[in-house]
């Protein structure tokens, strides 16, 4: 069992930064991969970022390379995703979630927090 926390959203102007944070309990966080994803209204939720267990490899969609980083510290049972150069079309509610092979289908990835808003005004 897992139990995933998100932090971090919040209101920033377009062009501006955040962090979220994604903190884990349970056994099944280890040797896991860590992914984030994104729902905005109306849409289905979306492949956002994800990461291997080792932190060596990491995936991140097309529309967020180069703006958006992902990383992890397992000693802290957390990861992480660094938001730059956010865009309105980035105002979603953002999940953390568990899986154990690196991959963009929400379906492959057994457990998920409650999300953290983020808006970003134009």
């Known amino acids: 069992q897992v139990q995933l926390v998100e932090s971090g959203g919040g209101l920033v102007q377009a062009g501006g930064s955040l962090r979220l944070s994604c903190a884990a309990s349970?056994?099944?966080?280890?040797?896991?991969?860590m992914g984030w994803f994104r729902q905005a209204p109306g849409k289905e939720r979306e492949f956002v970022a994800a990461?291997?267990?080792?932190?060596?490899?990491?995936y991140r969609s097309d529309s967020v390379k180069g703006r958006f980083t992902i990383s992890r510290d397992n000693a802290k049972n957390t990861v992480y995703l660094q938001m730059n150069s956010l865009k309105p079309e980035d105002t979603a509610v953002y999940y953390c979630a568990v899986g154990w092979i690196l991959n963009s289908n929400p379906m492959l990835y057994g457990y998920w927090g409650q999300g953290t808003q983020v808006t970003v005004s134009s």
């Open positions: 349970g056994r099944a966080f280890s040797g896991s991969v």
């Open positions: 990461i291997n267990w080792s932190g060596d490899t990491t």
